[in-house]
Nanobody, 113 residues
Framework: QVQVVESGGGLVQPGGSLRLSCEAS????????MAWYRQAPGKQRELVAQ???????YYADSVKGRFTISRVNAKNTVNLQMNTLRPEDTAAYYC???????WGQGTQVTVSS
């Protein structure tokens, strides 16, 4: 069973930055597409960013230019650098391995003054 573990959430003021990390226990990490989702209270879970094995990326319109997804294959890790955070970015953030239908437990990000 694939284990997915996120870290790095917390409380930050508007305009601040946070970096989320996710480690997945898959055998050949470099072959997997990895994704970050988020879910705010009362809302559906939404795709935030995704990175393919080639390194090509996808971002939701709401985070383009502010968030950056990256991967470190040697460490089975995918990161999400979040800059210029807004109150509407407040949500639980989940790491996902689409091919394995595996999810992490989520990490809370709260943007508030």
């Amino acid at each position: 069973q694939v284990q997915v573990v996120e870290s790095g959430g917390g409380l930050v003021q508007p305009g601040g930055s946070l970096r989320l990390s996710c480690e997945a226990s898959v055998s050949i990490f470099r072959l997997y597409t990895m994704a970050w989702y988020r879910q705010a209270p009362g809302k559906q879970r939404e795709l935030v960013a995704q990175i393919a094995p080639s390194g090509s990326t996808y971002y939701a319109d709401s985070v383009k230019g502010r968030f950056t997804i990256s991967r470190v294959n040697a460490k089975n890790t995918v990161n999400l650098q979040m800059n210029t955070l807004r109150p509407e970015d407040t949500a639980a953030y989940y790491c996902n391995v689409p091919a394995e239908r595996a999810w992490g437990q989520g990490t809370q990000v709260t943007v508030s003054s």
